[in-house]
């Protein structure tokens, strides 16, 4: 039996998923234990991660009616691009762990669905080979290492392959007490790495502004910094002279007790006053969180571990059936309250 044969019938049936939540139901069954644990789990108690879903949970919405919804506009702008919706796929490692096909599968998924994909610096596929089947933007996630002739070649690499912006993570100098992982003892499977970063769990403490300054300087493609929760810190970064940040903490994996992300947001809007681009991550599931997420401030937002859990049970199909349900979902948030464009979306969707 060839090896596309074995992946066919080793799909799980997700015609019947009708949400996000159903896919990491399905996932803990198809995913090996410690892949599933590395995907699901959090830094220390995980408040944060559970705070990430019970912040957005919390937020009413103010719906306004006898509105002509008959069309709805998700397309927007962002960084020189026109993107059909405010949706992007975040960057998470490992991808071989969780489908054979790895991060190939991610970026025909994401080309279906019209998103733009983050790849990770712990990507277990080439560069090279990802930029081979992606039809949507790439962007590449970027963790600074203290080899910075290593660093520089990467982005120069990034660049060649066509990606269209960096995603740089400054809120890992070193990774979180992360419980979940230790306890299944958490290393990559024989023969699956990472051709980029060869030392996949080395990161730098000796990052600082001085190195965003330095990577500006050679960059020829948008820089964002990722991991931005203190408005004082979006604050130098506007003044840094980043094309965008994103609003995260890193999905509750590195500082435990940390504020969920939707909560951190308003405040870092309002420091920033539309001068750069906000994204934001965390928790996002349903369409009504992305309605809320623009609604406080954010220009779009990146999902990551349904990715996960969609290529899991489904490979491309899985992750372009997470994108275009909680795609759909948000057309129907902005119909219900009476939105019909990215432009139209303000607080006054939020219940005060």
Known sequence: ?????????????????????????????????????????????????????????????????????????TSTSLLGLDLSHPILIAPTAYHKIMHPEGELATARGAGDASAVYVVSSFT?????????????????????????HFTKDLVQEAEYQGCRALCITVDTPVAGARNRQQRVNFALPHGIHTPHMQDAFALTKSLTWKDIEWLKSFAKIPVLLKGILNPEDAEKAVQSGVSGIIVSNHSGRNLDTVPATIEALPRIAEKVNKRIPILMDGGIRRGTDVLKAIALGANAVLVGKPICF?????????????????????????????????ASIDSSVIWK
């Open 1 to 73: 039996m060839n090896q596309e044969n074995e992946l066919e019938m080793d799909k799980i049936d997700i015609s019947q998923i009708v949400n996000l939540f159903d896919f990491e139901k399905l996932a803990v069954s198809k995913m090996a234990n410690m892949a599933y644990e590395y995907v699901a789990s959090g830094a220390a108690d995980e408040f944060t991660v559970r705070w990430n879903r019970q912040a957005l949970d919390a937020i009413k919405l103010n719906p306004t009616v006898l509105v002509d919804v008959s069309q709805i506009d």
């Open 124 to 148: 277990t596929t080439p560069l090279e080979e990802i930029t081979r089947v992606a039809t949507q933007p790439l962007w590449l996630q970027l963790y600074v290492r203290d080899d910075r």
């Open 310 to 342: 969609g290529l899991a049970c489904g490979g491309a199909e899985g992750v372009t059936k997470v994108l275009e349900i909680l795609r759909n979902e948000f057309e129907l948030a902005m119909a219900l309250t009476g939105k019909t464009t990215i």
